[in-house]
Every structure is written in C-alpha cells, then in structure tokens.
C-alpha cells in the first residue's frame, strides 16, 4: 500500500516539474531569432527650448556700419575732390590772369612805341612849320637865293608855293595830332587794365598764401 502511493505520488510530481523545466528552457516568443541583429528602440531626444536667433541681427548691423563706412569714404573723396577743383579753380584764374597781364603789357608797350614815334614825327612837322614860317617871313632872301629876272612874279611864286608847304604841314599835323590823341587815350585804358590785374594777381597770391598757411 505505501509503495503504491509513493509511486503515485513520483509520478504526479513528475507530471508537474518537467513542463515546468520545459517552459523555461524554451526561448521566448518575441526573441529575434539567432543571427539577426536585434533592433533597439531609438531613445527619445528631449525638444530643445526656443532660443533666440541673435545671427539675425548680426548681417543688418554689418551692412548699416558697411553702409557708414562707404558714406564716410565717400564724403572724404568729396571733400578731397572739392579742395583740388578750388585748388584747379585757382590756378586757372591765375594763369589766365598772368596771361591777360602779359598780353596787355605787350599792347601797352607798343602803343608807348606808337606813341614816341608819333610824337617824334609831330615834332618834325612843328619844326618844318616853324621853318616855313621863318621863310615866309624873309621872301627877299628866298628870291636872293633863287635869282631871277622879274622879281613880282618870282616873290609870289616863292610866296604861295611856301603856303601851300604850310598848308600841308599843318595837315599832317592835325592827323597826327588825332593819332597821337588816340595812342594816348588807348595806353590809358592799358595801363588801367595792367594795373587792374596785377592788384588782382596779388589779392588772389595772397589768398592762396594764407590757405596754404
């Protein structure tokens, strides 16, 4: 009787215990088979929190100094071109002043020179009236010199041919008189004129010497 139911008991034991062990040497149902590489799940990265985008910022202020930059380099070459054109400007107005000066010396010197031989030819012809004057007055000694037979018709021969030679130098002399008036009138204007520039000339050294300075 006890031999029985110890075998009972074995057998019940056994009954329970190996499908047990069963159970745990087996793999589990969700396992990748041998040779596959397992998958893992990715971890989840945490959302950053929004910062704000400074570079933004940045490029609007490098083109506002870029723009300063270009505006002052600008202004500066203005400037540098404004002084060289008054500069030019200067010496233009100079040069041309120089120019006008020396022209106007040059008139001036040869209206003197048409002046002195105007007034050297008016004295001749002053001289030459002074002389046919003096002949005039001695007619005898005029009819002495030439001789002659009848001497009515010889004294007013030498008479009206002494008065026509008057006549005409006193001609001459009244053109060049004119001349010499005119002569005279222009080389005022031009020596006005020179003097004008060279006053000119010199306010306008002046300045660039004190500019300069």
Do not use: C, W, Y
């Given at each position: 009787m006890?031999?029985?139911?110890?075998?009972?008991?074995?057998?019940?034991?056994?009954?329970?215990?190996?499908?047990g062990?069963?159970?745990?040497?087996?793999?589990?149902?969700?396992?990748?088979?041998?040779?596959?590489?397992?998958?893992?799940?990715?971890?989840?990265?945490?959302?950053?929190e929004?910062?704000?985008?400074?570079q933004?910022?940045?490029p609007?202020q490098?083109?506002?100094?870029?723009?300063?930059?270009?505006?002052?380099?600008l202004?500066?070459?203005?400037?540098?071109?404004?002084?060289?054109?008054?500069?030019l400007r200067?010496?233009?107005?100079r040069?041309?002043?120089?120019?006008?000066?020396?022209?106007?010396?040059?008139?001036l010197?040869?209206?003197e020179?048409?002046?002195?031989?105007?007034?050297?030819?008016?004295?001749?012809?002053?001289?030459?009236?002074?002389?046919?004057?003096?002949?005039?007055?001695?007619?005898?000694?005029?009819?002495?010199?030439?001789?002659?037979?009848?001497?009515?018709?010889?004294?007013?021969?030498?008479?009206?041919?002494?008065?026509?030679?008057?006549?005409?130098?006193?001609?001459?002399?009244?053109?060049?008189q004119?001349?010499?008036?005119?002569?005279?009138?222009?080389s005022?204007?031009?020596?006005?004129?020179?003097?004008?520039?060279?006053?000119?000339?010199?306010i306008?050294?002046?300045?660039?010497?004190?500019?300069?300075k």
């Open positions: 006890k031999r029985h139911l110890l075998s009972l008991l074995i057998a019940i034991t056994a009954t329970i215990v190996v499908p062990f069963r159970v745990l040497g087996a793999p589990p149902s969700h396992q990748d088979p041998p040779g596959r590489p397992r998958q893992t799940k990715p971890t989840q990265k945490p959302v950053p929004p910062v704000e985008n400074k933004l910022t940045t609007i490098d083109a506002d100094e870029a723009m300063r930059r270009a505006i002052t380099s202004s500066t070459q203005i400037g540098l071109l404004t002084d060289e054109m008054r500069k200067r010496e233009t107005e040069n041309s002043g120089m120019m006008e000066l020396l022209l106007n010396e040059d008139r010197a040869k209206v020179d048409k002046i002195q031989e105007a007034s050297s030819n008016k004295a001749q012809l002053d001289a030459r009236e002074q002389d046919i004057q003096r002949r005039m007055r001695n007619i005898q000694g005029e009819l002495l010199a030439r001789g002659g037979l009848r001497r009515d018709e010889a004294e007013a021969a030498i008479r009206n041919e002494l008065q026509r030679a008057l006549e005409d130098v006193r001609s001459q002399q009244t053109a060049q004119q001349s010499l008036a005119e002569l005279v009138s222009q005022t204007r031009l020596r006005a004129r020179v003097d004008a520039v060279r006053k000119k000339l010199e306008l050294d002046a300045k660039n010497d004190k500019e300069e």
